[in-house]
């Protein structure tokens, strides 16, 4: 398809790229609401209170929203609302504080006495297919095959913040990947690993694998809480490699979420592989 150059701007204004694990395409943006939806809207939902607070914000604050987006398209009003949303819905009073590790749901690692091992993992096979919606049909689903092939170098990223304690000799908090690679005949596995500290309070891990002996096939994620009890708090995860992110559910918005119908060869987040019964995972707002 040919675009005239002066209608270039109007062109991508009104349309947007979807989700690439569902499949490469883009679709024209949904039309603006009438003035009686948007009336309905306004009186189920909280979006009047926080365009109100919002209003009142001086340049500096909607700034310091904006800074902290974690999306690849920056926006201040998206951030603090979704933010400010979960304040409203837990009770809590006064207006929500930017912060760079985390915004609004962080994934909550809980490992209660009695209990002292959890392990989460996340599963990334070179390819594999996913059921996704129909538009415009309401029970219609077709298959569509993801490819992830990885490429070196891969960065895994992790925001943390841990309050646990040892029960133990070998105690450990660690979020890594399990690297394949093919040598010499052999299906070896290589681990690239971000130590978490027992206690800390927020802040980043990651680490970058570049290369490896032969070659890289696949790799699965990990998060393993080995001796310990307490709480570990995660958000803004990352295994970046061939240009993209390729974690799901990155911003922790719901990571007790393990299977999905769309994802019916792999689990859609996180999948328990160790989760004795005092050891409990899900999102959360941190107050």
């Not at 701007?9 to 989700?19: G, I, K, L, N, P």
């Not at 909550?108 to 002292?116: F, P, R, V, Y």
């Not at 299906?187 to 490896?212: A, C, H, K, R």
């Not at 990155?250 to 987040?269: A, M, N, T, V, Y």
Request: hydrophobic content about 35%.
């Amino acid at each position: 398809m040919t675009i005239a150059p002066e209608l270039e701007d109007r062109y991508f204004a009104s349309v947007q790229t979807m989700d690439r694990f569902v499949i490469p395409r883009i679709r024209a943006k949904t039309g603006p609401l009438s003035k009686a939806k948007i009336n309905k809207l306004k009186a189920r939902s909280n979006l009047n209170a926080i365009a109100t607070l919002w209003n009142n914000f001086t340049d500096e604050q909607r700034t310091a929203w904006k800074t902290i987006d974690p999306h690849s398209q920056k926006h201040g009003y998206r951030t603090f609302c979704a933010d400010q949303n979960q304040r409203i819905k837990n009770g809590l009073s006064g207006v929500a504080t930017p912060n760079e590790y985390h915004q609004d749901l962080v994934g909550q690692i809980l490992i209660e006495a009695g209990s002292e091992e959890i392990k989460l993992a996340q599963f990334h096979p070179s390819s594999y297919w996913i059921n996704y919606k129909v538009p415009g049909k309401k029970n219609m689903f077709e298959p569509s095959e993801v490819e992830e092939r990885l490429s070196l170098p891969l960065a895994l990223a992790i925001n943390y913040k841990s309050d646990l304690t040892s029960t133990g000799a070998g105690s450990f908090a660690r979020f890594y990947a399990t690297v394949r690679r093919l040598y010499q005949g052999q299906n070896l596995d290589q681990d690239l690993i971000v130590e978490i500290p027992l206690s800390s309070g927020w802040t980043e891990g990651e680490e970058e694998l570049t290369e490896v002996v032969g070659v890289a096939i696949f790799y699965n994620l990990y998060i393993h809480l080995y001796k310990v009890t307490g709480t570990l708090l995660i958000d803004n995860i990352r295994a970046t490699h061939s240009g993209q992110n390729w974690v799901r559910d990155p911003f922790c918005k719901k990571i007790e979420q393990s299977f999905d119908r769309g994802f019916s060869q792999i689990p859609l987040h996180w999948y328990p592989t160790t989760v004795p019964f005092y050891a409990s995972y899900k999102s959360i707002y941190p107050t």
